[in-house]
């Protein structure tokens, strides 16, 4: 159980540690199904220019995308490159500090080769590392030509954002006028919302030590992986609607349904239940004003 036995920083650590061991297989698992529920909407995306929002160290979605034939390119605040060795983690360490250089050289070590492997039993193609294009850039300048990308991607990313309404901005610019997105945003208000790795599965493992929608209500256990805009779902709507028309918006999977008590409920009635148990929502948009 990814749970909370130690405060702080060395408590969360521990705690993303036995959250590794125990479900690095299931890591692939939900990103693949991601993936194909993906192209359900997307299509043939051979040959397609695909702008992956946020890829990450291990780069997943822009992997898949890249070696199902999609013309990729992937960005991430942070350093992240396919390769490993020490020019990669001193640069990484120049770029964005020790912590996330250990995070990603433990990433390296010890997860990332299983991880793959099953990844690559999971996807109907062979996996491609080679040409992967992953570049260090900020959401909110985007360094690419207007109409550049016929498709715009991102999974959890979003309420990482700080100024979301500039990257959506950004992002109307570089889509093409008959390009879509797909992107996925984890519901801030939801039970896993507050992203404590101890409710990283809230209903087959609920967290012993730290209180449910805590991120809502006291903010008792804060030692979280990263930072949070702590935007409601409505605010996302807003931004996107200022420059994409809506085609569909996703409600994913319901959680905690069993934890919202009546006396819950009555501290949180600034939420709506849906908002309390819905986990995330996708944004499917096509760009506004275009020609």
């Known amino acids: 159980m990814p749970d909370v036995a130690l405060p702080g920083r060395l408590g969360l650590y521990l705690s993303m540690v036995r959250y590794g061991n125990a479900h690095n297989r299931d890591f692939a698992i939900e990103h693949h199904g991601f993936f194909v529920r993906m192209l359900c909407y997307l299509g043939d995306i051979k040959g397609k220019r695909v702008l992956d929002v946020g890829c990450g160290k291990s780069f997943w979605l822009s992997l898949l995308l890249h070696s199902a034939g999609a013309e990729v390119t992937g960005i991430d605040t942070e350093v992240v490159v396919t390769s490993t060795g020490i020019k990669k983690y001193w640069e990484i360490f120049r770029t964005n500090g020790v912590e996330r250089t250990l995070r990603t050289l433990v990433w390296d ?7 793959y492997r099953e990844l690559a039993q999971l996807a109907d193609f062979p996996l491609k590392m080679d040409d992967l294009d992953l570049r260090s850039m900020n959401s909110n300048v985007l360094d690419f030509p207007d109409n550049t990308f016929d498709i715009i991607v991102s999974h959890e990313v979003f309420e990482h954002i700080a100024d979301v309404a500039q990257t959506v901005e950004h992002l109307h610019r570089v889509i093409k006028p008959q390009g879509l997105s797909y992107i996925y945003i984890h519901n801030y208000t939801s039970l896993s919302g507050g992203h404590h790795i101890a409710w990283k599965y809230p209903d087959t493992e609920p967290s012993e030590n730290v209180p449910p929608w805590d991120h809502l209500r006291d903010k008792r256990h804060p030692w979280i992986p990263s930072w949070l805009n ?13 420059h994409f028309e809506i085609v569909d918006w996703i409600q994913t999977e319901t959680e905690g349904k069993q ?3 009546d006396v819950m409920r009555a501290e949180l009635k600034q939420y709506s239940d849906q908002e309390l148990l819905t986990k995330g929502f996708v944004v499917v948009a096509k760009p506004k004003f275009k020609h």
């Open 230 to 242: 702590e935007l409601r779902e409505h605010d996302y709507r807003a931004a996107f609607e200022q």
């Open 259 to 261: 934890l919202l008590t």
């Open 109 to 115: 070590v010890v997860y990332a080769r299983p991880y």
